[in-house]
């Protein structure tokens, strides 16, 4: 099934004259744009202690996820201000 709903969406891509550079193109700006949402999930995840067993995230830990997060907030900011 996965093999013959990826070929159906190339052969709509190749009649809809979407070249697939552009397609990865957009892909990974909109992978960049989610990233930063999808750290603060696992840092909400990582930080609970019913989730984790007793075990959650170290203080390093969480201010790592914390200052990639707005890093990567910032540059998506920036991506469309500058």
Do not use: E, H
């Amino acid at each position: 099934m996965v093999i013959l709903s990826s070929t159906l969406v190339a052969v709509v891509m190749d009649f809809a004259d979407i070249r697939p550079i552009t397609a990865l193109y957009w892909t990974a700006v909109i992978n960049g744009l989610l990233a930063p949402f999808l750290l603060l999930g696992i840092l909400a995840a990582a930080s609970d202690t019913k989730i984790m067993c007793d075990q959650p995230s170290s203080t390093l830990g969480k201010s790592v996820v914390i200052i990639a997060a707005g890093a990567m907030f910032i540059a998506a900011f920036a991506m469309f201000v500058v």
